[in-house]
């Protein structure tokens, strides 16, 4: 592995249930401090390919390394859905991850989980139960479940797909601020184009299943960006038209 990497994955073939074969000759890495986006259609093998990145699937031929020997220190996962415990309230939540930590670490991660939800807007709930919040509250505290720990690798799996615009919005320019404020890597997993243009410094365009790399894609945009913003709607739109089945997983160009 490079000096200045933070993954390097080498898939070979995965199937899913040993039959459905999921990913093939999937090879790519990961800077440190990249916000990487992969995006491709549903069922081509993201969420699993987060899984394996995680340990949490270990049934797969070939190799994903990290930078760091130990992984479950180093490495937070947020998940499509909160998962709040519900007899739990926000800062108990939080402290679970925290728990799994160093012991000689809690202190420290205690005062910057206290750092971190005033400035997520969760100061007044630090002891609401997770029935009390509102979804996009409860996004927000998975998200200081997330950045607590202070991994060196976040994965993210659609995180923001069930919220209204609004409150979308508001969990993403969160993300940017604590991804900017920490230069964690960063691996985040989206349907939306938009939203990967707008987050993210690369993006990995899956093929259809079995999943492999078919774009690997530098976006060419200064920071900030918005989901609305000028630069943002003409590439979105220029992808697009140049590759008119981007999003199914068929990268060939418009006349091929």
């Known amino acids: 592995m490079k000096k200045n990497q933070t993954l390097h994955v080498a898939i070979q073939e995965k199937y899913y249930n040993e039959q459905l074969h999921t990913l093939s000759e999937l090879n790519f890495d990961v800077n440190a401090g990249e916000f990487l986006a992969i995006v491709g259609p549903s069922g081509s093998g993201k969420t699993t390919l987060l899984n394996l990145i995680a340990g949490l699937d270990k049934n797969v031929q070939g190799v994903i390394e990290h ?26 939540n939080i402290r679970l991850v925290i728990r799994a930590q160093a012991i000689d670490k809690h202190a420290q991660l205690e005062q ?52 209204d615009e609004p409150n979308a919005n508001q969990l993403r320019a969160l993300l940017l601020q604590l991804w900017l404020e920490t230069q964690t890597t960063i691996l985040f ?68």
């Open 67 to 92: 930078s760091t020997s130990n992984q479950q220190q180093n490495l937070a996962f947020m998940f499509q859905e909160p998962r709040l415990i519900p007899w739990l309230n926000v800062e108990d």
């Open 189 to 256: 997993v989206t349907h939306s184009l938009r939203e990967a243009l707008t987050l993210a410094d690369r993006i990995l365009f899956f093929s259809d299943r079995p999943a492999r790399v078919a774009l690997d894609y530098q976006v060419p945009l200064e920071r900030p960006r918005t989901l609305n913003h000028s630069q943002v709607n003409q590439l979105h739109d220029s992808l697009l038209k140049e590759y008119p089945q981007l999003l199914s997983g068929n990268l060939h160009p418009l006349g091929d």
């Open 112 to 163: 910057r989980m206290r750092t971190l939800l005033p400035q997520v807007g969760l100061s007044d709930f630090q002891m609401a139960y997770p029935r009390q919040l509102s979804g996009g509250m409860q996004r927000r505290v998975a998200l200081v479940r997330a950045f607590v720990i202070q991994p060196n690798l976040l994965l993210l799996d659609e995180p923001f797909q069930s919220l």
